[in-house]
């Protein structure tokens, strides 16, 4: 699909750098001596890696749906397309080419 691999790549940048983040406050908490402040962001980063995950599947689900759609539309398009033609021959008007 097209614009997919922007969009992996994207959202891979974006986990890594969520990490780091966390990882870097979670560091500076514990040497600062707040374990309890290390602990909650090192939780807060395992949900938030859960909910990227999960809208991560969302995004390939409808993106799928999505081209699904395009491609259902473009069939439909085409034999409106072709049926229009042999209507027009049919009726015998003038310009619809015979072929």
Known sequence: MS???DIAGLQGR???IAEDAVASLAAMAGSAGHPGLA???SGAA???NGAF???WAAY???S???AATAANYDGAEQA???GSGELLRFLGWPGASQG
């Open 60 to 62: 390939g689900h409808a």
């Open 53 to 55: 995950a999960g809208m």
């Open 39 to 41: 602990s909650a962001l």
């Open 80 to 82: 409106n397309t072709a």
């Open 64 to 66: 799928q749906s999505l």
């Open 46 to 48: 395992e949900r938030g």
């Open 14 to 16: 974006c986990l890594a």
């Open 3 to 5: 614009g997919s691999q």
